[in-house]
């Protein structure tokens, strides 16, 4: 079935520092991808997403690119701010392993001014 | 605008009772899932339905009952069967296409007393 690791938290950072934090998948076939951004007592939001190989997603700043080869989807910030201090899931959907979201453990992020 | 409502916000619960929590979406999703998630830790899937009056166990059902009358409603009631039922519940919904994500609503904080 469909797995989805990333790198486990906390990450810490000082302002304007630049943010990778890795995600790698195991899926049959052809996933999307997805990067979501949870904030503090509250929901989930889409951050950015890829649909196929070699594809960028990018938002807020924020970058990822499917790479199929390595069958990763690292999330990547320039210069972080504080108000970017979140909880970051890696997901996917789709691929031979049917149409429900398989979600990665999370990473806590936290930015010091 | 679409959305997806989860109420209450926060919700305090007497050991022994039912506590049901609500999920309302009007964006015409097919699919809907309850989400439990504990302190410092990943999602785990309750209860998903794909379809009106049809839904299916997840990862951690026990002590848990849904319906799905309505497409636009998904609630959740945690039974008194449930034995640490706090935690940060999260609703969402989603079309049937893998290249969407998840909508998430803002999540139900529920703590026993």
């Known amino acids: 079935g469909n797995s989805v690791t990333q790198m486990e938290g906390p990450v810490t950072l000082s302002e304007e520092a630049f943010l990778t934090i890795n995600c790698t998948y195991t899926?049959?076939?052809?996933?999307?991808l997805f990067w979501y951004v949870q904030y503090p007592g509250e929901g989930l939001q889409l951050l950015l997403k890829a649909t196929k190989a070699d594809d960028k997603g990018s938002n807020k700043g924020f970058e990822a690119t499917y790479r199929k080869e390595t069958t990763s989807f690292h999330l990547e910030k320039g210069s972080v701010q504080v108000s970017d201090s979140a909880v970051y899931f890696c997901?996917?959907?789709?691929?031979?392993?049917?149409?429900?979201?398989?979600f990665g453990g999370g990473t806590r992020v936290l930015v010091k001014p | 605008d679409g959305g997806i409502t989860q109420s209450p916000k926060y919700l305090f619960r007497k050991e022994g009772q039912n506590v049901t929590l609500s999920c309302e979406q009007n964006l015409n999703h097919d699919a809907m899932y309850w989400y439990r998630q504990d302190p410092g830790q990943g999602l785990r899937l309750i209860y998903y339905s794909q379809i009106v009056n049809d839904f299916q166990k997840g990862d951690i059902a026990e002590g848990y009952s849904v319906s799905r009358e309505k497409k636009e409603s998904f609630p959740l009631t945690v039974t008194s069967a449930q034995k640490n039922p706090t935690a940060f519940y999260l609703c969402a919904s989603s079309d049937s296409e893998a290249n969407y994500g998840y909508t998430f609503g803002s999540g139900t904080r529920l703590t026993v007393v």
């Open positions: 997901a996917l959907r789709g691929g031979a392993a049917g149409n429900k979201l398989t």
């Open positions: 899926a049959t076939g052809y996933p999307s």
